[in-house]
């Protein structure tokens, strides 16, 4: 449905260089979030695609449609939403959901039924006449996302939509974008807030500097790491700590053993046989465990790790240009 | 009505437009702003009737002429406080309030938004103008003054009111800030009103250092009488040939109150294009095509 190749864009005549050398694909009805620090890039890639930035150089389209030759015809395939959008203070919610379905050329005869669907959907139906200014911040992002699907686009992009929102209204937002992802529409989101995009996305992209440095489906993502596991170990109170943490460290896979308030941190290399193994050693010396599970790795540490591998490269390679 | 038509309707008369105009039309300040033009207007108006001579059996054309003048000279003045402060924050501001991006990314193209946004101003000017008529009749019916008089102001004051109106929405497209957009533009009607008066002037008494007998005859440079058919008020004082002994004609052959009406409509119509342009997210870049090359 997306497909970006060799997206660049720079600004000041070429001395920041906003995107370099971008490549993505994102297949229809899927959801895509973007990670990324400030400054990486997430807002540009979206600007393009919303038609309303010109690439230094490089391909992107939407649906088969060139964003900058076609944006027409890309815009009526998109509903867009920026970080930080005005309203105007003197229409109502639903006046100001009526003005850009005339904007989107929506017919008269249907606006009313788009509208008010809309509004159910972004639970504001109550608030149908009030005035768009006096709407909390949450209120206001829903109605931003009920804009951008009141000509029903088949894909969203969405510029951090949470941001700033308390967490009620996270949650609020996150179940419309989970309705709207089981009817089928391609999303591409991004977010600071990344444990908000695990649960929401299919696959996630990783940018930094202006580049896709990991990108893939939000399992895979998660597995990757997964040949080093966190263990948490707690034992039953009577139990004598440094003997575990000896008994521990001579089992080979176990890369360290640390003490953490009243657990052990185990750091391994293996897979869940050999976690269990280490369990089955344990209990065969008659420890009492009380608790052993793997920390679960997350997206936040996905990010991270991918953003420190990168880097520890980076440093890596430019200690070897100064040698 | 044909396709063609219809289409052109519905793009002419866009939502925006219709919004802007709503937003207009409800506006508290509107009724006040109306009655306090129309009450200004009839104070002039009746002041200058109350200064003709009522016991005379006859009726001087010349007062009539005067008033018409004076009317006339009001709304140009008018166009040039109001029209400036309407329009120069029309895209900025949609940018201030970070809503010109959304409205970018609708059907609607940036040519429609610049249109709506000036026509809606514009229409606020008119309604002013359209309010005032009768007042325009009342001198009119004194005499002095003939249809194709009345014709020729009508669009003398509206191309001005385009132009103005023009203005503003450039500067609002090009500049980003409204404060600044504003400044410019009523700077630029300042100079349209006083600065070309005073080059004007300059090019005069240049021209009567170089050549004899300036005010007779057809050896007035060029410059100085296309300086002379773009100010507001020399054009206008043309239409009741109020020029003296000038030859009001560029180059002998086009009277400078047509040549004021063409020029500013033209160059509204680029001033639009030009704003509608700067609006575009993809526009022509120099550097860019130099580097293809």
């Known amino acids: 449905m997306i497909k970006i190749e060799g997206l660049r864009k720079e600004y000041k005549n070429g001395s920041l260089v906003a995107l370099d050398n971008l490549h993505l694909q994102i297949e229809q009805g899927t959801v895509f979030g973007f990670i990324g620090p400030n400054g990486a890039g997430k807002s540009t890639t979206m600007l393009i695609l919303a038609t309303l930035l010109t690439p230094t150089s490089g391909h992107a389209e939407i649906g088969g449609f060139h964003v900058v030759k076609q944006g027409d015809q890309v815009r009526r395939l998109i509903g867009y939403m920026p970080d930080f959008f005005g309203v105007y203070d003197n229409l109502t919610a639903y006046e100001y959901l009526e003005f850009y379905a005339s904007c989107y050329g929506v017919d008269k005869e249907i606006q009313q039924r788009v509208i008010t669907d809309l509004l159910e959907l972004v639970n504001l139906i109550d608030k149908r006449q009030q005035p768009v200014d006096g709407l909390s911040r949450g209120m206001k992002q829903r109605l931003g996302l009920a804009r951008s699907l009141v000509h029903d686009p088949a894909v969203l992009i969405l510029d951090e939509p949470a941001s700033g929102l308390d967490p009620r209204a996270r949650i609020e937002f996150r179940e419309v974008l989970k309705e709207l992802r089981s009817m089928g529409k391609t999303i591409m989101i991004s977010s600071h807030i990344l444990p908000e995009l695990a649960d929401l996305c299919d696959t996630i992209g990783v940018m930094e500097h202006g580049k896709l440095i990991a990108s893939g489906p939000v399992d895979q993502l998660i597995q990757k790491p997964k040949e080093e596991r966190l263990l948490e170990l707690r034992l039953l109170a009577d139990q004598q700590i440094e003997e575990v943490k000896e008994l521990l460290q001579a089992d080979p896979n176990v890369q360290s053993v640390e003490e953490d308030q009243e657990q052990l941190l185990i750091q391994m290399v293996g897979n869940e046989q050999q976690q269990a193994d280490i369990l089955m050693n344990l209990i065969t010396k008659e420890i009492k465990v009380v608790h052993f599970a793997e920390v679960s790795v997350n997206i936040e540490d996905v990010f991270l790790q991918v953003t420190e591998q990168r880097e520890e490269a980076n440093v890596n390679e430019h200690s070897n240009e100064t040698i | ?293």
């Open chain 2, 1 to 293: 009505m044909s396709i063609r038509m219809k289409r052109f309707k519905d793009w002419l008369l866009n939502p925006v437009l219709v919004k802007e105009l709503q937003r207009r039309i409800q506006s508290r300040k509107t009724p006040i702003i109306l009655f306090a033009y129309l009450i200004v207007l009839g104070v002039f108006v009746f002041s200058f009737f109350s200064t003709f001579d009522t016991q005379s059996d006859h009726f001087d054309a010349d007062n009539s002429i005067g008033l018409f003048l004076f009317l006339s000279a009001l709304q140009l003045m008018t166009a040039a406080f109001v029209l400036p402060g309407l329009t120069s924050s029309m895209i900025s501001g949609e940018r201030e309030k970070q809503t010109l991006y959304i409205l970018l990314t609708t059907n609607l193209d940036s040519k429609q938004i610049v249109i709506g946004k000036w026509m809606a101003s514009l229409s606020f000017m008119l309604m002013l103008f359209i309010c005032s008529l009768p007042f325009y009749v009342m001198v009119y019916g004194f005499g002095g003054i003939t249809t194709w008089h009345l014709i020729l102001v009508v669009f003398h004051l509206f191309s001005t009111m385009l132009f103005y109106s023009s203005l503003g929405i450039f500067f609002s497209a090009w500049i980003k800030r409204t404060g600044v957009a504003t400044t410019i533009s009523y700077l630029a009607v300042f100079f349209h009103g006083i600065g070309i008066a005073v080059v004007g002037y300059f090019a005069f008494v240049v021209g009567s250092f170089f050549t004899q007998n300036l005010m007779h005859g057809n050896q007035i440079p060029l410059v100085f009488e296309l300086l002379m058919a773009i100010h507001p008020v020399t054009s206008l004082l043309d239409i009741f040939h109020f020029m003296g002994d000038f030859d009001t004609k560029i180059g002998g052959y086009i009277p400078f109150y047509l040549f004021y009406i063409l020029f500013y409509f033209i160059t509204s119509f680029a001033l639009l294009i030009a704003a509608s342009y700067m609006m575009m997210p993809h526009r022509f870049q120099w550097r860019r095509r130099e580097e293809k090359k």
